[in-house]
């Protein structure tokens, strides 16, 4: 950065010189024509007044080496000439100067000279007998004025090229040492000082962006630790399982059981089979929900009616629980995917009887809100939850009481899939529990599903 900062000073600085010297050039040279100009004029003047006096006498032993001088007469004629013989010359009634001074007295011009070979520049005046004296100097030209004036010039301009390139230099590396020294680990830092004022709205943007890596390293480390949780909890909660029905088909296939334990033996094995089943497609539903609902088809529904479906799936479980599983509330039409509202309202009743002691209740409410909001809750008298448990029950195999949730069975994945199906539908979910005075689960939707 600081070479390409220091090559495109050098090269403003080389391009300024340069058209510096072409309006210097351009001015002297304008101005070394009106003096050449004027000077010529004047001795034009000065030569008509000793021919006035002294007729072409005036002209005998004249030496001028930078001057010609011609003796005109009215009809054109050459009379006198100090460079050419003047009977061989041709009439010179037409050039300009001669006509200007025949008119006015006075006649200018520039032209190219035939005869010298050069810009000449012409300066006339009329004599008071009509003749007309003309005096002729070659202009000088811009290759003259380069080597009359180019040395100083160009010494100047090498010497203010030199000063640019060592300032150019020195200012580069003020430009980017202070670039250099950034603290990249603590950006504000440095903007806070006054000599990155200018990069201020750049050094905010790099803590942000280093705030949101690290938010993002943080949220990876997160869902990596997670993910092998979850692989480390689904194989012991698939393990457990299998070596029961391992262990029971091995007794059923060596002769060992006898006849009247067949039928036992081979209830535990439907009966971790089913489990199997259930935890293999609660994993299923948790990685559909992982995927953003991708594919999931939403549709026009009434989660009265889903609650209500629920609740009548789970009444023989709750009959052998002894708790009592009422639906209550009005109409609750929303938009959303049937599964998984079902799967919502299921896995909360379905926890609340399992945590329900023999005479216990377990109460669906649902109905709708202000503004098209849709609330959904499941209350329950069991035992409740301790509040230092109730910001990690939704997670992944979390169990408050692993002795009790052993007893009850379950997969461990129950809420989780709540939780996760209810960010699907861009709804919040509320806990309100005490111990041994039972839980409130809480979901309030909103009035259209996201993204529908």
Same mark, same amino acid.
């Given at each position: #950065? *600081?070479r390409?900062?220091f090559?495109?000073?050098?090269a403003v600085?080389?391009a300024?010189?340069?058209?510096?010297?072409?309006?210097i #050039?351009?001015v002297?040279?304008?101005?070394?024509y009106?003096?050449? #100009?004027?000077h010529l004029?004047?001795?034009t003047?000065l030569a008509?007044r000793?021919?006035e006096?002294?007729?072409?006498?005036?002209? @005998?032993?004249?030496d001028?080496?930078?001057?010609?001088?011609?003796?005109?007469?009215?009809?054109?004629?050459?009379?006198?000439?100090n460079?050419a013989?003047?009977?061989?010359?041709?009439?010179?009634?037409?050039r300009e100067?001669?006509?200007?001074?025949?008119?006015?007295?006075?006649g200018e *011009?520039v032209?190219y000279s035939?005869t010298l070979?050069?810009r000449?520049?012409?300066?006339a &005046?009329?004599?008071?007998d009509?003749?007309?004296?003309r005096l002729?100097?070659?202009?000088?030209?811009?290759?003259?004025?380069l080597?009359?004036?180019?040395?100083?010039?160009?010494?100047?301009?090498?010497?203010?090229?030199?000063?640019s390139?060592?300032?150019?230099? &020195?200012? *580069? &590396?003020r430009i980017?040492?202070?670039?250099n020294?950034l603290n990249?680990?603590?950006p504000?830092?440095?903007?806070a000082?006054?000599?990155?004022?200018?990069?201020a709205p750049?050094l905010?943007?790099?803590?942000h962006q280093?705030t949101?890596?690290?938010?993002?390293q943080?949220?990876l480390?997160?869902?990596?630790r997670i993910?092998?949780e979850f692989t480390?909890?689904?194989s012991?909660?698939?393990?457990?399982p299998?070596?029961?029905?391992s262990?029971?088909?091995?007794l059923l296939?060596s002769g060992?059981?006898?006849?009247?334990?067949?039928?036992?033996?081979?209830?535990?094995?439907r009966?971790?089979?089913a489990?199997?089943?259930?935890?293999v497609?609660?994993i299923? @539903?948790l990685t559909?929900?992982?995927?953003?609902?991708?594919?999931?088809?939403w549709?026009?529904t009434?989660l009265?009616?889903?609650a209500e479906?629920?609740?009548e799936?789970?009444s023989?479980?709750?009959?052998?629980a002894?708790?009592?599983l009422t639906?209550?509330?009005?109409?609750?039409? #929303?938009?959303g995917?049937t599964?998984y509202?079902? *799967?919502i309202?299921y896995?909360?009743c @379905?926890?609340?009887?399992?945590y329900?002691?023999p005479g216990?209740?377990?109460t669906v409410?649902t109905?709708t809100?202000?503004g098209?909001?849709v609330?959904?809750a499941?209350a329950?008298?069991g035992?409740?939850?301790?509040?230092?448990h109730?910001d990690r029950v939704?997670?992944?195999?979390y169990r408050?009481?692993?002795s009790?949730s052993?007893?009850?069975g379950?997969?461990?994945?129950?809420?989780?899939?709540v939780?996760?199906?209810?960010?699907?539908?861009?709804?919040?979910?509320?806990?309100?529990?005490e111990?041994g005075?039972?839980?409130?689960?809480?979901i309030?939707?909103?009035?259209?599903a996201?993204?529908v």
């Open positions: #950065m *600081s390409r900062i090559n495109a000073i050098s600085t080389l300024v010189c340069l058209a510096s010297l072409a309006i #050039m351009s002297l040279y304008t101005h070394l009106d003096v050449q #100009m004027n004029l004047l001795e003047q008509v000793g021919v006096l002294n007729g072409i006498a005036y002209f @005998d032993g004249l001028v080496n930078d001057c010609r001088v011609t003796w005109i007469t009215a009809d054109g004629v050459v009379l006198y000439d460079e013989d003047a009977a061989a010359m041709e009439n010179h009634l037409e100067e001669i006509r200007q001074a025949l008119a006015g007295g006075v *011009s032209r035939d070979a050069e000449q520049l012409y300066a &005046r009329r004599l008071g009509g003749s007309v004296l002729s100097a070659p202009q000088a030209t811009v290759l003259r004025l080597l009359s004036f180019g040395p100083p010039v160009l010494a100047v301009i090498a010497a203010a090229l030199a000063l390139l060592w300032m150019a230099s &020195r200012l *580069s &590396r980017v040492g202070p670039i020294d990249l680990d603590d504000l830092r440095s903007a000082e006054p000599g990155f004022a200018e990069i750049l905010h943007r790099l803590h280093q949101q890596l690290r938010r993002d943080e949220e480390e997160k869902t990596s993910r092998q480390a909890n689904v012991h909660e698939l393990k457990t299998l070596h029961v029905i262990g029971y088909a091995e296939e060992m059981a006898r006849p009247e334990d067949t039928v036992p033996f081979a209830a535990r094995i009966a971790e089979s489990r199997m089943t259930k935890l497609e609660d299923i @539903d559909k929900l992982d995927s953003g609902g991708i594919g999931m088809q549709e026009d009434d009265r009616r889903v479906n629920a609740a799936s789970l023989e479980e709750a009959d052998a002894g708790v009592t639906v209550e509330g009005g109409a609750a039409p #929303m938009r995917v599964q509202l079902y *799967s309202v896995n909360l @379905d926890n609340a009887i399992k329900s002691a216990g209740v377990v409410r109905g809100l202000p098209g909001a609330r959904l499941v329950d008298t035992i409740g939850i301790p509040p230092e109730q939704f997670e992944r195999f408050v009481d692993k009790r052993k007893a009850v379950g997969t461990g994945l129950g809420l989780s899939i939780k996760h199906a209810a960010r699907l539908h861009g709804a919040s979910i509320d806990l309100e529990s111990p005075r039972g839980s409130t689960f809480t309030t939707f909103p009035g259209h996201p993204g």
